[in-house]
């Protein structure tokens, strides 16, 4: 709605401050045009102020109503569109916008841009600009000249999420924050140096902008069922084998898978891990008895097994807590590979009449097979010694292997050694950055495998049990990782020897 002859309107006030180059005041309508001749006075002649556009009555008689002032409040060579801009991001010239990754796995890495433009009308010296974020370091653009009028610059960063499974349905927040500094003296020119007193107490501006991303932890498993024998008789017993695979990227607590089988007789893995590792299987043993009456002979023994990943639910919406602390939250989808019929088994022998070898299939059942997954997959291996000593050094094996049935594409491993490690010389074929190594492997045939040489050196100080994890990636696919873990022994001195 217009506003009327002399009510206030916001306006960006021009100052001669590099903080904050603008200050948003309200002003009458009346002290930025003369109602008689039409033109700008007052804040419409100060150099570099931005106005809304706006319409008013014409007030001065003889003027009969229903006749206008309109106003664009345009600067020279500027858009409705940065002004308004400029107006609603309360006159400070420097706009932020921060975008990441939308999701990672524990352990993964999260990439970010900081777009930051310049919403006034003046260019800005790039040294002035300081861009920032607490829990990531930022690279600053290529490009280091000033920051022309509605001009965009990208700083960029990468942090990595926690590789624990505590994190699981939790949220890693990033703010980034921008403002406007002095320049260090000897790099800015007279003109600024004359302004440094006015502006040493300025309160400077600052604009962020937060980026949040969920940690997800997907799980995925899947079931093959096979027979142990070829016939059964009535009344007998058919043995069957229950293979379950962690087809997902992320190892599956133990505690929450869930095998059943409708009418058999499950005998869980002896001895099973705390968590079955991706790519890993477990076996369970199923049994079902036949029927002893006559009327089973020449039927087929079936039954069908399936395997569920009970993952906690939060109570009313709420994050479950187990014992004082976080539970991890994971996700979980049945599919189609989640449940397996076995082959069926003839009744035949015993009180059977004889079964005549074209009456039984030529393969009653299928040797049991590793599970290979018909696109891409990555598994990862690491294998070193389980003890070193404090100084010494200590070699890994990292293996990468496509498990899958078709060629991964782009893939890439790195290794970050653990705090109490340091590298013994810089990785064959690797590129380092920080602490971590990274290799571009390219493609894998299914199937194919490639082996890293981690050479590592033991830090003087370490001590206890250090564990460092590697991590393959591929082109639409989910992470893969494998953790080895080595103790640190202090080196024994030797004997002395007595003499005398």
Partial sequence: MPPDDGEKVTICHATRSMTNPYEMIDVSTNAIINQVSGKWQGHGKHEDDVIPAFTIPRQSPPNPPGLTWSFPGLPEGSTAERRDALIKNECFPLGIKKTGTASVLPGGKVSYEVAVTNLGFRSIPFEAIKVSDYKVPLDPPDLASALKPGETRVWTGSRMAPDSLRMCGRKLKNTAKATLVMPEKGETSRKRKGLRKRQAQDDMTVVSSTWMTDVICPLDVAITKTPTQATVEPGGTVGYQVAVTNTGPLPVPYELIEVTDEGAAL????????????????????????????????????????????????????????????????????????????????????????????????????????????????????????????????????????????????????????????????????????????????????????????RIRMRLTASGRSCNTALATATGLDQARARACVTVVAARRPATPVTG
């Fill in 267 to 454: 005998t869980p893995p002896a001895n099973p891990p705390e968590f079955l590792a991706p790519g890993a299987s477990l076996l369970w043993g199923a049994s079902k008895t036949a029927g002893s009456d006559v009327s089973v002979c020449g039927t087929n023994v079936t039954n069908t097994a399936s395997v569920t990943v009970n993952v906690p639910q939060p109570p009313n919406g709420e994050q479950p807590k187990e014992t004082g602390r976080r539970m991890p939250m994971y996700t979980f989808t049945p599919g189609a590979d989640d449940v397996a019929t076995a082959v069926g088994i003839p009744v035949s022998g015993g009180i059977c009449p004889v079964v005549t070898p074209a009456s039984i299939p030529a393969t009653p059942f299928a040797p049991a097979t590793a599970f290979r997954p018909a696109g891409p997959a990555l598994s990862v291996t690491k294998t070193g010694p389980a003890r070193a000593l404090r100084g010494g050094f200590v070699n890994f094996r990292v293996t990468v292997t496509n498990t899958g049935g078709e060629t991964a594409t782009g893939v890439t491993l790195s290794d970050t050694p653990a705090r109490a490690m340091q590298w013994r010389a810089v990785p064959s074929g690797a590129k380092v950055s920080g602490a971590t190594a990274t290799w571009t492997i390219g493609d894998l045939a299914a199937g194919q495998s490639v082996d890293q040489i981690v």
